[in-house]
């Protein structure tokens, strides 16, 4: 079967209900036929749920359906994005190690590395990823792990995976890890050219229609085991219930991306005709700077448009005001069109310069393209480009 048959077709064992659609399992803990089940599940002699802090069957079928489309060894689901990165690196470096971070990372992992860690010992270099060269100079013989987004938020910029996993080839010990939220694993597999762990916001494209939080983490077995433990005892489990919808969101997830990429791209070729923008950014526009590139790693160019207006903050601000149906919110990857301004919400703590330095200027705009007909959303960006001249 292909990929989008297998995400339709990946269930729950049926019970003896004989039900069509997959149930939802909302139970703590699983009971043994006899004690010596117990003693065998517990002993991981024999497989099993026990409790659904460590397994569920609606989060093993979604699982399941993350790592058949990465092609993951294993994985595991949190309750959050977030909840998936920090353990990502938690469940993994202990104090002394080191991360090389590519700079334009989401905010609360930028927070992690330059907040949290440095109390725990765990210290980090960014890395531009408009220099990538500067990669081999910032590998320290205690690091331990790459981070990295690819395309990144909201600059989409891109980072060549096949490159990067050559890095292994002298330094075999790093750990390179992807946070592929934004391009969903329908378009970019980053496991195919060696990253060893890939993480996820459900949230975004993977429920996609801005409903729960989730999280997910997938790729090489034996790092898989180590996080097991980890969340196995500090408990950011995915609830059965979130599991279970994301699931369920997954079997449309082709569908929807599909014409998430095609309106996008259309918005994106809209934009770059207009006189009101100064640059625009779609990974799949012969005119970004790496569209090779994006044409050989991404199956689309993903359902985020980035651009600039010609009339910094201010102008950004009244384009928002003069949207109808963009709602303004700083989510993403939903079934709703969504209008942020960067420099003045997602990315306002930064510095004027750290901000430019990842593609971020006062007249930024992302746009998440949502599933509404194509000519809606068009009317909608080239109205408020025009209302909001003066
Ligand atoms: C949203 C997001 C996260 C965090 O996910 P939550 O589900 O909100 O915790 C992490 N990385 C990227 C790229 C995101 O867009």
């Keep these: 079967m292909k ?43 024999e497989e099993g749920n026990i409790y659904s802090r460590y397994s569920n069957p609606n989060t093993t079928e979604l699982i399941d359906k993350i790592c058949m489309m990465e092609g993951a060894e294993d994985g595991l689901v949190f309750s959050s994005g977030m909840a998936a990165v920090f353990a990502s690196f938690a469940a993994l470096l202990k104090s002394g190690d080191h991360v090389v971070a590519f700079r334009s990372i989401f905010g609360s992992t930028h927070q992690l590395l330059t907040t949290l860690f440095p109390r725990w010992g765990i210290t980090h270099t960014y890395v531009d990823a408009s220099k990538p060269e500067d990669l081999e100079k910032a590998i320290q013989p205690n690091t331990k792990m790459i981070f990295l987004e690819t395309p990144s938020n909201p600059g989409l910029e891109l980072v060549d995976l096949e490159w990067l996993c050559k890095i292994k080839e002298k330094h075999p010990q790093l750990i390179i890890s992807v946070d592929n939220c934004f391009a969903t694993p329908y378009l970019q597999k980053p496991i195919a050219y060696g990253v060893d762990l890939v993480s996820h916001s459900a949230t975004k494209y993977m429920d996609g229609q801005g409903r729960v939080l989730g999280g997910a983490v997938c790729g090489r077995a034996d790092l898989i085991k180590e996080m097991m433990f980890f969340i196995r005892h500090t408990g950011p489990a995915m609830s059965a219930f979130n599991a279970w919808l994301i699931s369920k969101s997954l079997e449309t997830l082709p569908v929807r991306m599909d014409r998430h990429c095609a309106s996008a791209l259309r918005v994106a070729q809209v934009l770059e005709e207009s006189q009101d923008v100064l640059e625009v950014r779609y990974p799949h526009l012969p005119s970004h700077p790496q569209y090779e590139l994006a044409k050989r790693q991404m199956k689309q160019g993903g359902g985020i448009v980035t651009f600039v207006i010609d009339g910094g903050v201010e102008r950004a601000q009244r384009f928002l005001d003069c949207l109808e149906m963009f709602l303004i919110t700083s989510n993403l990857g ?16 930064l510095g004027e310069e750290e901000r430019q330095n990842i593609g971020i ?12 007909n194509i000519d809606d959303i068009v009317e909608d960006v080239v109205r408020a480009l025009e209302k909001s001249r003066n």
Aim: proline letters at 4%.
């Design 361 to 372: 200027y006062p007249g930024s705009i992302r746009l998440s393209i949502g599933l509404e």
């Design 334 to 349: 939903d079934s709703r069109s969504i209008a942020t301004h960067p420099a003045s919400t997602t990315h306002s703590k």
């Design 3 to 45: 990929e989008e048959s297998k995400l339709i077709r990946t269930q729950a064992k049926r019970s003896e209900n004989r039900e069509h659609a997959v149930p939802l399992y909302l139970t703590s803990s699983f009971i043994f036929d006899d004690a010596e089940q117990g003693r065998a599940v517990f002993a991981g002699e």
